[in-house]
């Protein structure tokens, strides 16, 4: 699996492309997507009209897909859409919600996406809520502390271990949300499952009540640790869909029975058997077992995670 | 007028192109092998009539051919300080599978070869299917990729000689590049291929050359198995060892891909025009097909592209082809970008043309490359 499709929903709004024509004629009830396509107008042009347009301080959301053409998306970060966004963010009141590369595989491969260090958006918007990125090489979140995020996600094929460090040295008091696709190590992850340790100690964020730990190629050894960590007990939803778990971590999840508190668990993508289906249905929550695969051999290595490429 | 083949006799390439002939209605060829030649048993004059025709096929996977042009070319990989291993060490190398050989100096042999052969060739006043000399231009990628791009044909942008690690990084750094592809430059089949990036943090190295240490000897061994190396020492160790032998160093373009992996495309070039196209599609960056990958869906590709933008595809490996008048037959590599726009030509192959049916039983080339020669030279039923 690799992203083939843009998102159609984001911060509880269909999203829609951005047209120069017709401008933010929906913006109460649509989020906008900004981008430059093979054949359309220049990012830079699609975002003039965009901070220019007269309702542009109503958007309270915004998804930035190809900040350049995919003809040079390899290569080239958002540094340029960061500066932009930050020079006008006094146009933005009202913004809230962000999303930095809605791009499919057809425009950038994952792994290829081209990041920077997004640090001056969390100072430019001191309301921002929620944050969602894509790509890993060269993101940097930089010394955050932030006051309003409740939302934190970066999706990647794999993860850096740089911004999971600056996570874990995070002030983010409101933070309800994280999560991250830590990808193959064929791809970025160059962390290791350790590096986790502080947000599983579950210290970091007392209103953590989502923890996302996708996409991951360790996600058995993932799974047992978990179990006896305590961030458990504060969450409501444990997501650890899209990556290569077995009968190995299932077992160990079947221990989450007696958490009270937990409401959800997604494992989305994975290569559990039957049986061991059977016995995590029986969970006292909801259980996503949706998408089981079938490894290629035998050997742990033969199991793919969804997103990395 | 009979065909001769120079090749090795017990290889499929030359089995298929003797069942080829047959089923075009004409005679078998007469192999001469590379053995014979190399070994000083036999001279073309001492078998070949003048005026013959010739195809000289691939030396490849036959361990005492590659030993003996390893031999060939000992005193000119000497000469020139490269890596090498005198001709008595050569001859007396034991198999050991899927080691790359000093590549530099296999080379040099090939070549010593290729020249003998176009002298006593034009001796005989020969008909060659692809001549000796365009043969030796093809397996000397740097240059082969300049006469291409001289041509007028998108081609990966080159980063100029590199001869090891630390001047790769210089390099990269000037040419503001994070992932390169560096390539043996006198290899084939993948052999010696690397996709290096570098990361904000360090370098990853992808590639299906395994890395081993062996009484302090550094060794490279081409695997069927894609490895990714994140350790730099290794890194390093890989890239010195290949930039010793020569390489090409390129900038890595992203492929374009569909759901069932990234491809790029096979295109058989015969006299000039483009015949056969293989869209190799797979998991990572080395598409080759013995590389655990397959074959795309060419038809729904084509869909995808439309007639125009696949016209334009085709025209740039005829175009790349030019750079080569004298290969009758070329395997051009081609790239497309994600949005199939613009075609990159990544390597021409002269010997690219083993490209098999899907029962693997019958080679889908030879049969543009008999037709067009026989029209050519009138070869006698």
């Known amino acids: 699996m690799t992203i083939e499709y843009h998102l159609e929903h984001f911060a509880g709004k269909p999203v829609e492309l951005f047209d120069i024509e017709t401008g933010l004629s929906n913006v109460e009830s649509v989020c906008y997507r900004l981008t430059e396509d093979y054949d359309g107008p220049g990012f830079d042009k699609v975002f003039q009209a965009f901070i220019n347009d007269p309702k542009v301080s109503e958007v309270s959301s915004l998804v930035i897909g190809m900040w350049v053409s995919p003809e040079n998306a390899y290569e080239n970060g958002p540094e340029k859409v960061i500066a932009a966004l930050v020079e006008a963010s006094d146009k933005l009141p009202k913004l809230r919600a962000l999303f930095l590369g809605d791009i499919t595989y057809e425009e950038n491969e994952i792994s290829w996406i081209y990041q920077c260090d997004i640090s001056p958006l969390f100072t430019a918007f001191p309301k921002l809520e929620m944050l969602r990125t894509r790509g890993s090489d060269n993101l940097s979140l930089g010394h955050l502390e932030h006051v309003n995020l409740h939302h934190l996600a970066l999706e990647s094929g794999g993860l850096d271990e740089k911004p999971i460090r600056q996570i874990c040295q995070a002030v983010l008091p409101n933070l309800q949300h994280l999560e991250l696709w830590l990808g193959s190590e064929y791809y970025g992850w160059n962390g290791n499952l350790d590096d986790l340790e502080p947000i599983l100690h579950g210290d970091l964020f007392p209103k953590l009540r989502y923890l996302g730990l996708r996409d991951c190629e360790k996600a058995d050894e993932l799974a047992q640790r978990l179990i006896k960590s305590p961030i458990i007990e504060q969450l409501e939803v444990l997501d650890l869909s899209l990556g290569n778990l077995g009968d190995k971590g299932g077992a160990a999840l079947l221990q989450l029975a007696s958490h009270k508190r937990l409401r959800q668990l997604n494992l989305e993508y994975h290569y559990l058997s039957n049986e061991m289906m059977e016995k995590l249905a029986a969970l006292p929550f909801e259980v996503n077992l949706d998408e089981q695969q079938e490894p290629d051999g035998d050997e742990p290595e033969d199991r793919y995670i969804a997103v990395s490429e | ?381």
């Open chain 2, 1 to 381: 007028m009979s065909l001769w083949i120079i090749g090795n006799p017990e290889h499929r390439r030359v089995q298929l192109f003797q069942n080829a002939l047959q089923q075009a209605g004409l005679p078998a060829a007469q192999v001469l092998s590379y053995q014979d030649l190399l070994s000083g048993r036999y001279e073309l004059q001492d078998l070949i009539s003048p005026k013959s025709c010739l195809r000289i096929e691939s030396p490849g996977e036959n361990f005492r051919v590659e030993q003996l042009l390893l031999a060939w070319g000992a005193a000119a990989a000497e000469a020139e300080n490269a890596p090498f291993i005198s001709r008595a060490a050569a001859l007396s190398l034991s198999p050991d599978r899927g080691r790359i050989l000093y590549p530099r100096q296999w080379y040099l042999g090939f070549c010593a070869l290729l020249q003998q052969l176009h002298a006593q060739g034009s001796a005989l006043d020969l008909r060659w299917m692809s001549t000796p000399p365009s043969i030796a231009e093809l397996f000397d990628k740097p240059a082969a990729q300049a006469k291409i791009a001289a041509q007028g044909v998108a081609v990966p942008e080159s980063l100029g000689l590199v001869r090891n690690f630390a001047e790769l990084e210089q390099r990269m750094r000037e040419h503001n590049c994070q992932r390169v592809f560096v390539k043996l430059a006198h290899g084939s089949s993948a052999s010696g291929v690397v996709a290096l990036h570098r990361g904000s943090q360090h370098f990853s190295a992808t590639t299906s050359v395994e890395l081993a240490r062996s009484a302090g000897q550094t060794r490279l061994y081409n695997s069927l198995k894609i490895r990714c190396y994140q350790d730099l020492a290794e890194i390093k160790t890989l890239i010195d060892a290949l930039c010793a032998e020569g390489v090409q160093v390129e900038r890595w373009l992203p492929k374009a891909r569909t759901t069932a992996g990234e491809f790029d495309l096979r295109v058989l070039v015969v006299a000039g025009k483009a015949r056969l196209q293989v869209m190799r599609q797979g998991r990572s960056p080395m598409t080759n097909l013995h590389l655990g990958n397959q074959r795309g869906d060419l038809h729904a590709l084509q869909q995808r592209m439309g007639a125009e933008r696949w016209q334009i595809l085709l025209n740039s490996a005829e175009t790349a082809a030019r750079a080569f008048p004298q290969a009758w037959h070329l395997g051009l590599d081609i790239l497309l970008k994600p949005g199939l726009r613009q075609p990159y030509l990544l390597e021409a192959n002269a010997f690219g043309d083993f490209l098999l049916d899907s029962e693997r039983r019958r080679c889908l080339s030879y049969q543009f490359e008999i037709k067009d020669f026989f029209t050519k030279n009138f070869l006698k039923k």
